[in-house]
């Protein structure tokens, strides 16, 4: 059974940074590109970042570029982001997905990420 469990959200003021982990279960992790994945209320889902199975490509989306970074650990099975200068409109949900862009297999549960004084 494919798991993806997302953690390291929380409330954060403007300016400030969070690390997000997804641990991965139940596939081989190590090939498959992998990608994060957001939706703010009231709001369709927005794709963020996505890194190639050996880490070797990383892609952003204009709205995070320069401030977020994705990373792997294909020996812990594990997926990054590393987001910094956050601004209130990065306030979201963040889901750590299987496979590239919107046309994700598969997603975890999200974590909320809050962007706020």
């Known amino acids: 059974e494919v798991q993806l469990v997302e953690s390291g959200g929380g409330l954060v003021q403007p300016g400030g940074s969070l690390r997000l982990p997804c641990a991965a279960s139940g596939f081989t992790f190590r090939s498959y590109h992998m990608s994060w994945v957001r939706q703010a209320p009231g709001k369709g889902p927005e794709w963020v970042s996505g890194?190639?199975?050996?880490?070797?490509?990383?892609y952003y989306a204009d709205s995070v570029k320069g401030r977020f970074t994705i990373s792997r650990d294909n020996g812990k099975n594990t997926l990054y982001l590393q987001m910094n200068s956050l601004k209130p409109e990065d306030t979201a949900v963040y889901y750590c997905?299987?496979?590239?862009?919107?046309?994700?297999?598969?997603r975890g549960q999200g974590t909320q990420v809050t962007v706020s004084l």
């Open positions: 890194i190639s199975s050996g880490a070797y490509s990383t």
């Open positions: 997905a299987k496979g590239a862009g919107l046309g994700y297999e598969y």
